[in-house]
């Protein structure tokens, strides 16, 4: 049978693709700038964009400089309309499956060459056997490669029921619950039974620095006081993180 996959389901999409994100691209994702400050120089390397969705990182690394970039995403649906939008002959997109045990990224490539840079936005909570994606990650990478992601923090992923509540006195309060239960989480997002993964901060560094990786940098993202006060995100939001920004290396023998 095949797996579900939301992002090609009419339903969702018809909440996904109205998100600011999606409507306005990457100057539209909050965390954006967070994200960019972690990229190493992009000129003249090649990039691959793990469950690149809508291809948007994709353009903007092409527009950067890229000498190739690979965009791979698990949806049809996504991955049409990247190749709609996209305008620059430099991209390929490739439909493949993160969680598949044979994936091989650079031959996935258009020139076979090992890759600089692998990106991935809000894709990796999705993938079943991290540690198996990372190690595939670390043997496409040339010595000296980056990889740069986010995931949704494990304190926004963990609890049974995501969402805020109000205790007694009038607190709002993330209720974090099942934190150290890692694995499958089902929430309802545009549709029900959307099916993600949780794994807790020590997972997630360990298994970066098991692959090989060096870690360089960690953000706990959310939303700085002016982005608040421009509407994005809300009071809360400074309860708990909402995103982890990760960014590692490897040894450059
Ligand atoms: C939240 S979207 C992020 C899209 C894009 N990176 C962005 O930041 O806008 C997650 C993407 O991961 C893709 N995805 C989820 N599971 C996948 C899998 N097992 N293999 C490949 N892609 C997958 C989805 O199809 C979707 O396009």
Redesign the pocket.
């Known amino acids: 049978m095949t ?1 579900r ?1 939301v ?1 090609n389901e009419a339903d969702f999409l018809a909440g996904y693709l109205n998100l600011p ?2 409507v306005h691209g990457l100057s539209g ?1 909050a965390e954006w700038a967070a994200l960019r400050d972690l990229l190493p120089e992009i000129a003249g390397r090649r990039v691959v ?6 291809g ?2 994709s353009q903007w690394a092409a527009g950067q400089g890229a000498a190739s970039v690979l965009g ?4 049809v649906e ?1 991955l049409d309309r990247a190749e709609a939008e996209a305008n620059s002959p430099k991209i390929v997109f490739r439909l ?4 598949s045990l044979d994936l091989d990224l650079n031959s996935l490539h258009v020139d076979g060459q090992p890759t600089d840079i692998v990106f ?4 990796l909570h ?2 079943r056997d991290l540690d198996r994606l990372l190690s595939i990650v670390a043997a496409a990478l040339a010595p000296g490669g980056s990889l740069i992601f986010s995931v949704e923090h494990p304190i926004y992923s963990a609890p049974t029921t995501q969402g805020f509540v109000e205790v007694p006195r009038g607190d709002r309060v993330w209720p974090l619950n099942n934190y150290l239960i890692e694995g499958e989480r089902l929430t309802d997002w545009f549709v029900e039974g959307v099916r993600k993964q949780h794994r807790t901060l020590a997972t997630y560094m360990n298994s970066v620095i098991d692959a090989g990786f060096r870690l360089e940098r960690l953000v706990e993202w959310g939303p700085h006081a002016d982005q608040i006060e421009a509407g994005v995100g809300s009071i809360d939001d400074l309860h708990r993180p909402w995103f982890l920004l990760v960014k590692a290396s490897l040894a450059a023998d």
């Open positions: 797996e996959n992002y994100r999606q994702a964009d793990l469950g690149c969705g809508l948007r990182f791979i995403d698990g949806s996504m493949a499956d993160l969680n991935s936005s809000l894709a999705y993938v």
